[in-house]
């Protein structure tokens, strides 16, 4: 079993800066895609923020082209995601996603971390 750790979140004023970290630990065969999602109330669906493929391909929310940055080392089976110009919108709990293939040839699975806040105040 896959465990994804993020760690990073953090209290931050509007206009500031952080860099979030997942890392995939466990038995697995390969990851594919990874990505960040945010929640940010109870009962509200996530949100996918950033994804990024195993060969670097990318994808972000529009609320957040040109502010976040997803990046990927492979090697460590882990990403990032540097938020710029951080906005009070982007207040949410931030969790971690991977597909994660356990044997060749099989089919992924769903990896989910257990979170981390990230609060920006006004």
């Known amino acids: 079993q896959v465990q994804l750790v993020e760690s990073g979140g953090d209290l931050v004023q509007a206009g500031g800066s952080l860099r979030l970290s997942c890392a995939a630990s466990?038995?697995?065969?390969?990851?594919?895609?990874m990505a960040w999602y945010r929640q940010t109330a109870l009962g509200k669906q996530r949100e996918m923020v950033a994804t990024i493929t195993r060969n670097g391909f990318i994808n972000y929310q529009d609320s957040v082209k040109g502010r976040f940055t997803i990046s990927r080392d492979n090697a460590k089976n882990t990403i990032y995601l540097q938020m710029n110009s951080l906005k009070p919108e982007d207040t949410a709990v931030y969790y971690c996603?991977?597909?994660?293939?356990?044997?060749?040839?099989?089919?992924?699975?769903?990896?989910w971390g257990q979170g981390t806040q990230v609060t920006v105040s006004s």
């Open positions: 996603n991977a597909a994660v293939v356990y044997v060749p040839r099989g089919s992924e699975y769903a990896a």
């Open positions: 466990g038995r697995m065969f390969s990851i594919n895609a």
